[in-house]
C-alpha cells in the first residue's frame, strides 16, 4: 500500500486511490464541489487544488492518483492561492443572493467562501443571469446561482439510471436543464437537492419556509416501504418542515427516495384528526378523551358481552410501530379476539408458513448479487432505493432476470425477462421452476418456453444468487403458489429466498405477533365474513385491502368500528368513534426493516392538538377494561416487552419457508384482466396526503387507468380520454394512458385509490367501456 | 537565401502534379509502396517506431510531442480493440494546412493511418474532420472508398490477410473537440468535452480501450518516413526538428497561403516566399504558431527560425506552424479583443477557471477597446491569466492566457494609451 504524507501527516491506503480518499481518510479536509463519494470524479470545479511535490502546477486531489512517497500540502501558501483564485471565479458570476437563498446557511459555496473568498470582488462586469427551469412540483431551481459541477448530472446518469438533468451549452452559457418538454420524474429525483452545493435545486415545497439554522434535526426512520430510510426531520416551531437523509451505508446510503423525502406534508395536512370524535345520531361530535374512551371501551365490551370475542376483527397498519403494534395484538388477545392481521392487502393465506416473510439477507448483500430473479415486483416504485442498489449489481456484471406482469423499465439492463398477464403468473414462474429443474409437483404440463431456459441459464450460472417476491407476488391470488414456486427455484439453484417487503414495519408486525393464531381469521377473511366490530389502527382497509368493495362494505355495515388514526378521513364514513393518535414523527418508536434490522426513534415533534401517542392510547384502552399488563410508562417498556432479546428475537422468527401448497393456477384466465399494483404514491396514508407527491408524473399516473395500445384500439377507446372502467358491478370513470409495456388483456389500475373503492379486487375481470 | 524552397516536400507534393488528390497519381509516385513493403516483410513494429524515432518527427497538432515516443506508449501485448485516431479539427484561428492535405493528398494520410494501425495493433481508424469543410468530408470519403476498392483498406489488405478500416467522423465545428480527448467524447456521440488526465488515451482513450490519436499532418508524414527512412526525414529540418512542416501564413502578407519547407527555415526566408508584408507596410508583430501562441514582436520573429526550439527560446510557441502576420496599422488592444472574444466563445465551459476566467478576460479588453479602461486593468488581467493558467483540465485554459499576457507584455504602452485616452494610439 502506498504511504503519503498529506500536510506531515502519514497516511497508508490502497493503491488506487486518489489524494483525496486519502485526505478523508486522515480527517483532513481539502475544499471541493464537484467531488462527491458516491459519484464519478468530474476534476472540474479545481477547487480541490493542491500542492504535490516536485509537480510543477497544483493537482486536483480528487483526481489525482495517490504514489507511494508522495508529498501533498493542502494547506501551503502555493495549494491555498490556487484555492483562492477558483473560489473568485466561482464567485465573480454567483449571484451573491445568500439572504433570499434557501441554502442559506448549509451552503457550501458559502461555507468555503468564508475561508477561502475575498473581501470585496475585483470582478466589475456585468454578471450572468441564468433563465429558471421547471423541473417538476418537488424541485425548484435558481438556475443563476449554478456553478456547474454537474453533480445532479451525474446523479442522473450514475444513481437514478436516467439522465433526465443535462448540462448543454458551452463556457459561460453551459446551462443545467431537463430534456425539452420533459419534467424531471424520477421517483429519486429529490437527491439533487442535496447534492447540488449551492441554492440552484433546491426543495419547491420547502422553499421560503424556514431558515435551515432555525430547525432543529431529529432522526427518524422513513414509514413508508421495507428499507427504514434514516431521516432528518427538520423541525421549527413544533412543526416538520422538511426531510433529509441521515447516510446510513448499510441501508439508504447517503439517499432518499422521493417518497421518504416529502412525505412530511401529510403530518401538516389538514386531514389531521386533532380531537377525538363520537357519531352521534349520524352526525360526528368532538368530545374529550376521557369520554371518547369511556365510550370506545364500552361500546366493544356490549359486542364482546352479545356476541363474543371472535365477533370483533383488529385490523392494524404495518406501517405503525412494533410498539404499538405489540400492544394492540395483546390488547386483542386479552380481550379473547385471535382476529388479528397488518397484513390487508393478500388474499392468499394458503400454506404453511413458519415464520416471518424478510428479504432473507443484509440490504448490502444486494448490491454483491450476481444473479437475481425478480418475480412479480413493480422494484422502481415499491423499492425507489433497493431498485437502485440492483442497478449497482447490473453495472459491475451482475444479471437480472424479470417475471412481471409489466415490462416496466428498470433503468438497467435485463438479462431476460417473462412478462405475461397476472392469471399467467403461476405458469410463466412454473416454467422457469422447470428449467431449472426445480424439485416440485404439478409442473408435468408446464411447457418451457426459450426465455424461460435462458432465464434457467443465467440462473443456474454465478455465485451469489437471490429469488426476490415483489408486493405483486404477496398480493397475488394465488400468493402461496408463486411463493412455494420462488422457493423451488431458490433451492435447485441455490439462490436465498427473499421478500421485498413493502410496508416499513411489515416484518415487526410479524415477530410481534400481529397475526391471527389458532382459531383466528387473517384480514381477508375478517372482510369477506363481516364482523360484529373492527378496531382499527392507522389503516386504510377501504382503500388498501385486497378487495376494497368487500372492505368496505364490511367496516359499513359493522355496528362499531373503532379507528385509531391520524387522520379524519380514515373511516370517517363508517366508524363511531375516531381517537386522534400520533403520527410517525410525534411517537418514540421502533421499526423492524426487511433485513431484521430494529430501528427505533424519539418523538421529533409532539402530536398534533389534542392527539396522543397510540400505544398509550392502548394501554388506556387495556386499562378500561382492567386487564392485566396494561401499565407500561414508556415506548422502550413496550419494545423491551415486545422484543425481549431486541434484534435476537427479531431474528428467530424470521423464516422464508411455505409448505403445503398445491400449484393449480396454470392456466391464464380469459378476457381482460386488473393489474392492481400499489401506485408508488398511494403506498400509505402518509405518501397518499402528501400533495407535491400527487402532482408529480407518478401521483398523476397513479390515478388513471393504463393499458397498451393494442387493447386501446381493439375496444375503440382513445387514449387520454376518459373512460368506463367496471369491476364486479361497479362502474367508475378513470383517464386512460397509453403504456405498452403491458401485456395485453391488461388493465392497470393501481390499488389504494379513493376512486377505485367500489371495484373490488386489486385482481381480476376488470372491463373498459366508452364513455 | 530567399529563393523559394525547391527540395522535397513530405505532405503537399502532389501540388506540382495534375490531379493532386488522385489514386493513380498518388501510386505513381511511390504512394502504398512503404505499405505493400510492411505487409509483405511483416515489418516488426519495434523498427517502425524505431524510425520515426529517428525521424524525430514531432506532432504537428500543436503540442510537439514526439511522435514515435507517443507510438510506444501503446501497450503491446493488450487483448481486446485499440483504436488510432486522426485529429482534422484544425480549428485554430490562422491554421488551414490539414484541410489542404485531405484536399490534395488524401491517400498519403490514409496510408499514414494504415500503417499506424499496423504499427500499433489497431482494429479501426477514425478521421475527426472539422465541421465547417463538408466538402472535405465528402471528399474524404471518396478516397476511402477508392482505397478500400484498392484493396488498401478493409479485410485483406494488400493481399496480407490483415483488416483494417478507417472511418471519418463529422465534427461540428467546436474549437475544443480539437482537444484529443474531447474530439474522443465527440466520437462517443458525447459533448465534447475534454477528460481529466490521467488516465492518458494510450491506456484509456476510444470507447475506454488504448488510443493514439495524432494530428492529420503527423499521420501523413509517416509514409514519407518509412520510403525513405528516418533519417531522411531528420535530415530535411534540423536536429530535434525533422521534416519539412506546412506552414500556413496569414493576415497582413501578399501572399497568404500554405508553404511547406524545412524545418529551421529563418521567419525571413517564409515572409519573403509569401510576397514580404503588404507592400507599403512594415511588420509589427508575429503570432508564430496559431493563435494561443504569445505574440512576438517584429525585431524578435525577424531573428527566428522556425522551428520548436528557436521559437520557444523566443518566448512563444510553435505550436501547428501557423503564422498570423499583423502590420503597423494593427491595433493591439482590438486584435486581442477579437482573440480573447475566441477563446471566451470557445471554452467548453467545464473547469472553473477557464469558464469564468476566459469571459472576464474578454470584459475587460473589450471595455478597454471601447473606452472604459481602468489604470488597474492590465495589472488585473495578468492575474487572471496567471488564475487560469496550468489549473484547468486541458490546454484550452492556458490557450486563453497566452494571447492576453503576451500582448500587454510586448505592447503595454498602447493598452495604456487606451486607458488613459480612451482611444487608439494606431489611429487606425
Ligand atoms: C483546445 C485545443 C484544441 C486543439 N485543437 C487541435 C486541432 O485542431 N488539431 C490537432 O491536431 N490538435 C489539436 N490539439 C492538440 C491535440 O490535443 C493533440 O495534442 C494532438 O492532436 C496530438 O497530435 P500530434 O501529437 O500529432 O500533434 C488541440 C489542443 C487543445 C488543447
Ligand atoms: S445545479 Fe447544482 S448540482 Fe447541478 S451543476 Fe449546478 S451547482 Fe451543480
Ligand atoms: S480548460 Fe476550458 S476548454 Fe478545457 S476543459 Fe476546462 S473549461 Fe473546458
Ligand atoms: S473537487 Fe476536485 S476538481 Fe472539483
Redesign the pocket.
Known amino acids: 500500500m502506498p504511504l503519503i504524507t498529506i500536510d506531515d501527516q502519514q497516511i497508508e491506503i490502497a493503491a488506487g486511490s486518489t489524494v483525496m480518499d486519502a485526505a478523508r481518510a486522515a480527517g483532513i479536509y481539502i475544499p471541493h464541489f464537484c467531488y462527491h463519494k458516491k459519484l464519478s470524479i468530474a476534476a472540474s470545479c479545481r477547487m480541490c487544488l493542491i500542492e504535490v511535490e516536485k509537480a510543477p502546477k497544483p493537482l486536483p486531489a480528487c483526481a489525482t492518483p495517490v504514489t507511494d512517497g508522495m508529498v501533498v500540502r493542502s494547506y501551503s501558501a502555493k495549494a491555498v492561492e490556487a484555492q483562492k483564485g477558483v473560489m473568485e471565479f466561482l464567485l465573480i458570476n454567483h449571484p451573491l443572493d445568500c439572504p433570499i437563498c434557501d441554502q442559506g446557511g448549509e451552503c457550501q459555496l458559502q461555507d468555503i467562501a468564508v475561508g477561502y473568498g475575498g473581501v470585496a470582488s475585483r470582478y466589475a462586469e456585468a454578471k450572468r443571469v441564468v433563465k429558471e427551469k421547471d423541473l417538476g412540483p418537488l424541485v425548484a431551481t435558481d438556475m443563476t446561482r449554478c456553478i456547474h459541477c454537474s453533480r445532479c448530472v451525474r446523479f442522473g446518469q450514475e444513481i437514478a439510471g436516467i439522465m433526465e438533468l443535462g448540462m448543454p451549452g458551452r463556457g459561460e452559457h453551459t446551462e443545467v436543464m431537463p430534456f425539452l418538454e420533459h419534467h424531471v420524474s424520477s421517483e429519486l429525483s429529490g437527491n439533487v437537492i442535496d447534492l447540488c452545493p449551492v441554492g440552484a435545486l433546491t426543495s419547491k415545497p420547502f422553499r421560503f419556509s424556514a431558515r435551515s439554522w432555525e430547525m432543529a434535526r431529529r432522526k427518524g426512520i422513513s414509514p413508508h416501504d421495507g428499507l427504514g430510510s434514516n431521516l432528518a426531520l427538520q423541525v421549527k416551531d413544533n412543526r416538520v418542515m422538511r426531510v433529509t437523509p441521515v447516510d446510513n451505508e448499510a441501508i439508504n446510503e447517503c439517499w432518499l427516495a422521493d417518497r421518504d423525502r416529502f412525505s412530511y406534508q401529510a403530518l401538516n395536512s389538514a386531514e389531521r384528526l386533532t380531537r377525538p370524535m363520537v357519531k352521534d345520531g349520524g352526525r360526528w361530535v368532538e368530545v374529550d378523551w376521557p369520554k371518547a374512551m369511556a365510550f370506545a371501551a364500552g361500546a366493544l365490551k356490549v359486542i364482546r358481552d352479545t356476541h363474543g370475542a371472535s365477533a370483533i376483527g383488529f385490523i392494524a397498519s404495518p406501517h405503525q410501530t412494533v410498539e404499538e403494534l405489540y400492544l394492540f395484538q395483546k390488547l386483542a388477545r386479552a380481550l379473547g379476539c385471535e382476529n388479528i392481521d397488518s397484513r390487508i392487502d393478500r388474499v392468499d393465506f394458503s400454506g404453511r408458513r413458519d415464520g416471518v416473510e424478510w428479504l432473507g439477507m443484509a440490504v448490502t448483500d444486494l448490491n454483491k448479487l450476481d444473479r437475481v430473479l425478480l418475480v412479480a415486483s413493480t422494484v422502481r416504485k415499491e423499492q425507489p432505493l433497493i431498485a437502485q442498489r440492483l442497478r449497482q449489481a447490473v453495472k459491475k456484471g451482475a444479471q437480472v432476470n424479470v417475471v412481471h406482469c409489466a415490462d416496466d423499465d428498470l433503468l438497467c439492463s435485463v438479462a431476460n425477462k417473462l412478462i405475461a398477464r397476472p392469471s399467467d403468473l403461476v405458469n410463466i414462474l412454473a416454467q422457469v421452476a422447470k428449467a431449472v429443474g426445480a424439485d416440485i409437483d404439478g409442473l408435468s404440463d408446464v411447457v418451457v418456453s426459450d426465455a424461460a431456459r435462458a432465464m434457467a441459464a443465467s440462473l443456474k450460472s454465478g455465485e451469489k444468487k437471490a429469488v426476490l417476491l415483489g408486493a405483486v407476488a404477496q398480493q397475488h391470488p394465488a400468493a402461496s403458489e408463486l411463493h412455494v414456486l420462488a422457493q423451488a427455484i431458490a433451492k435447485a439453484t441455490g439462490a436465498t429466498l427473499g421478500f421485498l417487503v413493502d410496508s416499513a414495519n411489515a416484518v415487526g408486525a410479524g415477530v410481534v405477533g400481529c397475526r391471527p393464531r389458532q382459531g383466528g381469521l387473517n384480514a381477508a377473511a375478517m372482510f369477506v365474513a363481516p364482523k360484529k366490530a373492527y378496531v382499527i389502527l392507522g389503516a386504510e382497509p377501504e382503500l388498501d385491502a385486497a378487495d376494497s368493495a368487500v372492505a368496505h362494505q364490511a367496516l359499513a355495515g359493522a355496528e362499531l368500528v373503532i379507528a385509531l388514526s391520524p387522520f379524519k378521513t380514515a373511516g370517517a364514513d363508517y366508524a363511531q368513534v375516531m381517537l386522534p393518535v400520533a403520527a410517525y414523527a410525534e411517537t418514540a418508536g421502533s421499526y423492524v426493516n426487511m433485513e431484521g434490522r430494529l430501528q427505533s426513534w424519539c418523538a421529533a415533534i409532539p402530536p398534533q392538538g389534542e392527539a396522543r401517542t397510540a400505544w398509550k392510547v392502548l394501554r388506556v384502552l387495556g386499562n378500561q377494561f382492567g386487564l392485566a399488563g396494561f401499565d407500561q410508562d414508556s415506548a422502550e417498556q413496550v419494545l423491551a416487552e415486545a422484543l425481549p432479546e431486541g434484534e435476537a428475537t427479531v431474528r428467530a422468527r424470521l423464516n422464508n419457508e411455505i409448505a403445503d401448497v398445491t400449484v393449480a393456477h396454470l392456466n391464464a384466465a380469459a378476457g381482460i384482466e386488473r393489474l392492481g399494483d400499489t401506485a408508488v404514491y398511494q403506498l400509505d396514508a402518509y405518501s397518499r396526503r402528501a400533495p407535491a407527491l400527487q402532482v408529480t408524473v407518478d401521483g398523476q399516473v397513479g390515478h388513471a387507468a393504463m393499458a397498451c395500445g393494442a387493447l386501446i384500439a381493439r375496444l375503440g377507446l382513445s387514449e387520454d380520454k376518459p373512460v368506463k372502467v367496471r369491476q364486479s358491478d361497479a362502474e367508475v370513470v378513470f383517464k386512460l394512458m397509453r403504456d405498452d409495456r403491458l401485456p395485453d388483456n391488461v388493465v392497470r389500475l393501481a390499488g389504494g385509490l379513493a376512486a377505485a373503492v367500489q371495484l373490488g379486487p386489486r385482481f381480476g375481470p376488470i372491463s373498459l367501456e366508452k364513455m | 537565401m530567399s529563393a523559394p524552397y525547391t527540395g522535397p516536400k513530405v505532405c503537399l507534393w502532389t501540388l506540382d502534379h495534375a490531379n493532386p488528390a488522385s489514386l493513380e497519381t498518388y501510386v505513381a509516385n511511390g504512394g502504398y509502396s512503404a505499405l505493400k513493403k510492411i505487409l509483405a516483410e511483416k515489418t516488426p513494429a519495434a523498427e517502425i517506431i524505431e524510425q520515426v524515432k529517428i525521424s524525430a518527427l514531432r506532432?504537428?497538432?500543436?503540442?510537439?510531442?514526439p511522435?514515435g515516443l507517443?507510438w510506444s506508449f501503446m501497450p503491446r501485448n493488450y487483448e481486446g480493440d485499440k483504436y488510432i485516431v486522426c485529429?482534422?479539427?484544425?480549428?485554430?484561428p490562422g491554421?488551414f494546412k490539414?484541410r489542404d492535405i485531405i484536399e490534395f493528398n488524401p491517400h498519403q494520410l490514409i496510408e499514414g493511418m494504415v500503417i499506424a494501425g499496423y504499427t500499433l495493433g489497431a482494429k479501426a481508424g477514425y478521421n475527426y474532420i472539422h465541421g465547417e469543410i463538408f466538402e472535405l468530408y465528402e471528399s474524404w470519403e471518396k478516397a476511402l472508398e477508392e482505397a478500400r476498392s484498392a484493396g488498401y483498406l478493409g479485410n485483406n489488405i494488400c493481399g496480407s490477410g490483415w483488416a483494417f478500416d478507417v472511418h471519418a467522423h463529422q465534427g461540428y465545428g467546436a474549437?475544443?473537440c480539437?482537444?484529443?480527448t474531447a474530439l474522443l467524447e465527440s466520437i462517443e456521440g458525447k459533448k465534447g468535452q475534454p477528460r481529466f488526465k490521467p488516465p492518458f488515451p494510450a491506456s484509456f482513450g476510444l470507447y475506454g480501450k488504448p488510443t493514439t490519436?495524432?494530428?492529420?499532418e503527423?499521420l501523413a508524414s509517416i509514409p514519407w518516413i518509412m520510403r525513405n527512412g528516418g533519417q531522411a526525414f531528420l535530415d530535411l529540418g534540423k536536429p530535434n526538428n525533422g521534416g519539412t512542416k506546412i506552414f500556413s501564413i496569414s493576415g497582413h502578407v501578399n501572399k497568404p497561403g500554405n508553404y511547406e519547407i524545412p524545418m529551421g527555415t529563418p521567419f525571413a526566408d517564409l515572409l519573403v516566399m509569401a510576397g514580404g508584408v503588404r507592400d507599403g507596410h512594415t511588420l509589427k508583430a508575429v503570432i508564430p504558431g496559431g493563435s494561443s501562441a504569445p505574440v512576438l514582436p517584429a525585431e524578435i520573429i525577424m531573428a527566428c527560425t522556425l522551428d520548436y526550439d528557436s521559437i520557444a527560446k523566443a518566448g512563444s510557441m510553435f505550436g501547428?506552424g501557423a503564422v498570423i502576420v499583423m502590420d503597423e496599422t494593427v491595433c493591439m488592444v482590438k486584435a486581442l479583443e477579437r482573440l480573447s472574444y475566441f477563446y471566451y466563445e470557445e471554452s467548453c465551459g467545464q473547469c472553473t477557471p477557464c469558464r469564468e476566467g476566459t469571459g472576464w478576460m474578454y470584459r475587460v479588453v473589450h471595455r478597454i477597446e471601447h473606452g472604459e479602461g481602468r489604470p488597474e486593468d492590465l495589472d488585473l488581467l495578468m492575474s487572471v491569466g496567471n488564475n487560469i493558467a496550468g489549473r484547468t483540465i486541458?490546454?484550452?485554459g492556458e490557450?486563453a492566457v497566452g494571447p492576453v499576457q503576451s500582448f500587454i507584455k510586448h505592447f503595454r504602452q498602447e493598452f495604456e494609451y487606451h486607458i488613459e485616452h480612451k482611444r487608439c494610439m494606431v489611429g487606425a
Not at chain 2, 506532432?59 to 510531442?65: D, K, T, Y
Not at chain 2, 485529429?87 to 485554430?92: M, T, V
Open positions: 506532432g504537428r497538432g500543436g503540442a510537439g510531442f511522435t507517443k485529429n482534422s479539427d484544425e480549428g485554430e491554421t490539414d474549437y475544443v480539437g482537444e484529443e490519436i495524432n494530428n492529420t503527423t501547428s486541458c490546454a484550452l490557450a
